[in-house]
């Protein structure tokens, strides 16, 4: 994935935490990275993993999950299609949502790759959405 292929949140003020890249050779063909309130060592409120090559649904709610006092895992209990907006484009996204109202997650695609990003008490509304583009990875 080159920078221009890899989606976040250009204007996060706080820490943006680990980035672990998969694939082989000189080429990546998935990357997570996650994003904190209080600095680099803080638990991620948002994790991003996408893909060129298949959803990454549940790397990104595994990346955020099994921490500090979260569950190690939660199942996804509800699904619905939800039009978004990045980068001033519509593109439809499925939101998800687990019983804990504490974590949710959506997936899109963008600029040929599958993005899922899940989130621990952080909104992911319009303005979110309209918060996303090209980070360097």
Known sequence: ??????????????GRGMIIRGGTGRNADSLVHSY????????PVVVFAQSTV???TDAAVRNLLGRGDRPEWLDLVEEAPAPVVVEGAAVAARRRRSADGR??????????????????EHPLDAAFFASLGAVAP
């Open 1 to 14: 994935m080159t920078t221009d292929q890899t989606v976040g949140i250009p204007g996060w003020a706080e």
């Open 36 to 43: 904190a309130h209080g600095g680099r060592r803080a638990l």
């Open 54 to 56: 298949r959803d990454q």
């Open 103 to 120: 974590v949710s997650c959506a997936s899109f695609a963008w600029r040929g790759a599958f993005v899922a990003v899940a989130s621990w």
